[in-house]
């Protein structure tokens, strides 16, 4: 049974950082397109970071620079790592996967969001000012 589980998230100021967790089972996650959305109050979820089989990762404008995104060496677990977090970072943070959707790049996850099998519980992020 495939499963991934979310952790990480919590109340911060700006300009700290948070690292986020996805713990995977039940599947070899390095066949898949890995990806990190967020979904911030009254907005769909919209992809942060995705990376790919080979270890390739994209981000979106807004994280670009702040944030990574990696496998642990474990290969059954997936960081973000986020750096300068800012108050519009405030969000819901979900870890995403499915074996089918490539390019798994965080332009094409984003707009195929609704294609992705697996999704993680969700972890709040809470920035303030």
């Known amino acids: 049974q495939v499963q991934l589980v979310d952790s990480g998230g919590g109340s911060v100021q700006a300009g700290e950082s948070l690292r986020l967790s996805c713990v995977a089972s039940?599947?070899?996650?390095?066949?898949?397109?890995m990806v990190w959305f967020r979904q911030l109050p009254g907005k769909e979820r919209a992809g942060v970071a995705a990376?790919?089989?080979?270890?390739?990762?994209t981000y979106g404008d807004s994280v670009s620079g702040r944030f990574t995104v990696s496998k642990g060496n474990s290969k059954n677990t997936l960081y973000l790592q986020m750096n300068s977090l800012k108050p519009e970072d405030t969000a819901v943070y979900y870890c995403?996967?499915?074996?089918?959707?490539?390019?798994?790049?965080?332009?094409?996850?984003?707009?195929?969001?609704?294609?992705?099998?697996?999704w993680g519980q969700g972890t709040q992020v809470t920035v303030s000012s």
């Open positions: 990376i790919d089989s080979d270890g390739s990762a």
């Open positions: 039940g599947f070899t996650y390095n066949d898949y397109c």
């Open positions: 995403a996967a499915d074996p089918a959707l490539w390019p798994c790049t965080v332009t094409y996850a984003d707009f195929n969001r609704n294609e992705f099998d697996y």
